[in-house]
C-alpha cells in the first residue's frame, strides 16, 4: 500500500503564495502519477495537476495553468504544488494522490492524503 500526507496550507490573502507538499511511503513503487485535486463546500472534487513519475510529463487543469507548477522529486518520494497568484475561487480542500496514469478523474487514482486547508482572502 501507499500513505500520502499533504502539508503546507493555510490562510494568505489573493495575490499571494502557498506551496503544498506530498510525502508518500510504502510502496512507493506502485504508481506512475502524482496529482493534486481540490474539494470546495458542496463542490465536487476537481483536478488541478499532475505529474508522471517516469518522464516528469505534466497536466494542469485551465483555471490553474501559469499560476500553479507541479514538481516531483522521485527520490524523496514527494511531491510540491508551488501555487503563485491565488485568487478566493482557489479557496479548497487540497488533496496529494497517486494512480496508475496521469487522468483528471479523482476516481482513477488509488491512494490519496487526508487534504489540508487552502484559504484565500480577498
Known amino acids: 500500500q501507499v500513505q500520502l500526507v499533504e502539508s503546507g496550507g493555510g490562510l494568505v490573502q489573493a495575490g499571494g503564495s502557498l506551496r503544498l507538499s506530498c510525502a508518500a511511503s510504502?510502496?512507493?513503487?506502485?504508481?506512475?502519477?502524482m496529482g493534486w485535486f481540490r474539494q470546495a463546500p458542496g463542490k465536487e472534487r476537481e483536478f488541478v495537476a499532475a505529474i508522471s513519475r517516469i518522464g516528469g510529463i505534466t497536466s494542469y487543469a485551465d483555471s490553474v495553468k501559469g499560476r500553479f507548477t507541479i514538481s516531483r522529486d522521485n527520490a524523496k518520494n514527494t511531491w510540491s504544488l508551488q501555487m503563485n497568484s491565488l485568487k478566493p475561487e482557489d479557496t479548497a480542500n487540497y488533496f496529494c494522490?497517486?494512480?496508475?496514469?496521469?487522468?483528471?478523474?479523482?476516481?482513477?487514482?488509488?491512494?490519496w492524503g487526508q487534504g489540508t486547508q487552502v484559504t484565500v482572502s480577498s
Open positions: 510504502g510502496r512507493t513503487f506502485s504508481y506512475n502519477a
Open positions: 494522490a497517486a494512480g496508475s496514469v496521469v487522468v483528471v478523474t479523482p476516481g482513477r487514482y488509488a491512494y
